[in-house]
């Protein structure tokens, strides 16, 4: 699927801003034709969450409905109009003009449909429903009957299987674009390195089956290499080689410009603009290689939460918090617990950050209530995340999951589905898994690396440091031992209260989380098949309401959720300069 642009041959525009809003606490919107348009809705920002909105829906989960018009820009008349919401959480159902547009389920990745025969000229009305309840049938599921093996240890409010707030709404922007009856629908682009010469192969998907000539241009550093290819049908391919390449690579964000139109004689009738970064990732041993050299990933998990928005889409927050990745000394995130904004992940491969990319699929359990429609999502998120982001050079792995409750015999045979689906998908990217069960983790045996999440010295061994990193690498050997591969221990960290100090350093002071992440760092540095570190968190981010959350909060970030840096941040600014 891709991104809407504008250019002399598409035009897109952006249906963002205020819209109407309405609750739907009884689910009664429908009976009353809400679909067809409402009256007495109240305003609301839109890309944001709703939870913070309003008083009365920090914690609604329910049905909610939303509503804007607009006129069709001249012109579009004769083009084929699409409208894509970038990401509605969690379940949306999609009206224009009062016919039904469709449903989508799952929150973080986009969707959109053809509206070109249900539009009129002046006084479109656009209303979308949306819902967020947790069901353990869902993904990520909540709601969850306590189980032993299940270990959901802190129960929080609303009842979910993870640690971030459910927040709902239309959360990244919603856009009108219009094409070409003959149009490009997708492009595929994979790169390799030969010698000092780049090659770039792109597959080109479109809609129209009659004989057209296809042109590929490639620019960039001084170099362009075009491509022409006539041939019926609705995809073509066209190889491209680069002398002297200039790489992708941290440090060296190296991006050519890939421009493919459609023409008919001499005269393009559709057009679209992609970047591409010249790289390759490969695994070799114990070594994580891009570009045939090895890499060490320093960085961060993170989540997409600001204060008021929610989970809502703000490109200030995307600059602030790329410009505190570089001056931490960071390469690298992991998009957990889902898919970021298109917007995070283009600044990614301009900036030259490397990326591990996750679908949604967090607190994953296997007893066999709703197993199987969860693995019909998880395969359906899967599918669009690999579809959305496959050309972004930032991203060297794909995380099918974060933090299943494995410990059933179906968890194996689960991820095996996935794993086999997202490299049909994709061969050229390593994929994994993030787990907490350590050795009790099956799917280690067929995925390319091992991720393990770990807090010794927190919730385990709390207070005692040198006791938890003497069981931490006493287990990281025993893993590695049992799964040969690359290892990346992709959360780890303390709660910590902003302000708080204590000498000698104690929990939940910003002394006791600086020397924690410090010494995780010098016994990951000395594992040699250690291939990064990820820190749990950031930033501070807002949770459910539980006893072990002070104020709805997680703490361990090593900036505060409004980006002020704690001792932490200061800390490994010096580690990560080495």
């Known amino acids: 699927m891709l991104y809407p642009q504008s250019n002399a041959l598409r035009q897109g525009i952006d249906l963002s801003g205020i819209w109407d809003f309405r609750f739907d606490p009884d689910g009664l919107g429908s009976e009353r034709g809400w679909f067809s348009g409402f009256s007495a809705g109240r305003p609301i920002a839109v890309p944001a969450s709703w939870n913070d909105q309003f008083e009365e829906g920090r914690d609604y989960l329910g049905h909610a409905w939303y509503q804007t018009s607009f006129n069709l820009p001249w012109g579009w008349e004769e083009r084929r109009v ?27 990745l986009p969707f959109e449909y053809d509206v070109t025969a249900t539009l009129r000229r002046e006084g479109n009305t656009l209303v979308v429903r949306v819902e967020g309840e947790l069901a353990p049938d869902r993904v990520p599921p909540g709601n969850i009957r306590p189980d032993p093996l299940d270990t959901f240890i802190y129960p929080a409010y609303p009842s979910s299987s993870f640690d971030f707030f459910p927040f709902c709404g239309i959360q990244r922007p919603v856009l009108l674009y219009a094409t070409p009856h003959e149009a490009i629908t997708d492009l595929t682009v994979v790169t390799e390195i030969s010698g000092h010469d780049g090659r770039v192969g792109v597959r080109l998907a479109r809609v129209g089956g009659d004989k057209v000539t296809t042109r590929f241009t490639l620019r960039g550093h001084n170099a362009e290499v075009v491509a022409e290819v006539s041939a019926p049908g609705e995809t073509a391919e066209a190889d491209l080689t680069v002398p002297n390449a200039a790489l992708w690579a941290p440090g060296h964000p190296n991006l050519y410009d890939l421009t493919v139109e459609l023409r008919r004689g001499n005269e393009p009738f559709d057009r679209y603009s992609l970047p591409v970064g010249i790289r390759t990732i490969a695994i070799d041993g114990d070594a ?140 050229t990217r390593p994929a994994t898994i993030v787990s907490m069960v350590g050795e009790q983790e099956e799917a280690y045996e067929f995925m390319d690396l091992v991720c393990l999440n770990r807090y010794r010295g927190w919730y385990t061994e709390a207070g005692r440091l040198d006791e938890g990193l003497a069981i931490l690498s006493a287990e990281l050997d025993a893993l590695h031992d049992r799964y040969p591969k690359p290892l990346l221990l992709s959360e780890f960290g303390a709660d910590t209260i902003a302000g708080w100090h204590a000498q000698p350093p104690e929990m939940f002071s910003e002394e006791y989380q600086a020397e924690m992440l410090a010494r995780y760092i010098a016994l990951l540095r000395e594992k040699p098949y250690v291939v990064g570190y990820h820190v749990w968190n950031m930033c501070d981010f807002k949770t459910g309401q539980a006893v072990h959350r002070l104020g709805g909060m997680n703490l361990k970030g090593v900036f505060t959720r409004d980006r002020r840096p704690k001792l932490a941040a200061h800390r490994l600014r010096e580690l990560w300069g080495e």
Not at 295 to 311: A, M, N, S, T
Not at 341 to 368: H, K, N, Y
């Open 82 to 108: 699409h409208l894509r919401f970038g990401s509605v959480n969690y379940l949306a159902e999609a009206w224009l003009n009062g016919v039904r547009l469709g449903q989508h389920e799952g929150g973080h």
């Open 288 to 427: 994580l290689i891009l570009n045939g050299q090895p890499l060490i990933l320093k960085g961060f998990g993170r989540h997409e939460d600001f204060p008021i928005i929610g989970r809502g889409q703000m490109p200030a927050v995307i600059v602030k918090d790329y410009a505190l990745l570089r001056w931490v000394g960071a390469n690298s995130f992991r998009t957990s617990h889902y898919p970021y904004s298109e917007q995070m992940m283009d600044l990614a491969d301009r900036l030259g950050v490397l990326v591990i990319d996750e679908t949604p699929a967090v607190g994953l359990f296997f007893r066999e209530e709703g197993l199987e429609r969860r693995l019909v999502l998880c395969r359906q998120y899967a599918q669009e995340l690999i579809a959305r982001d496959k050309n972004h050079p930032s991203v060297i792995i794909w995380s099918l999951a974060n933090e299943p409750h494995s410990r059933r015999a179906p968890a194996k045979a689960f991820f095996r589905n996935l794993y086999d689906l997202a490299k049909s998908l994709d061969p």
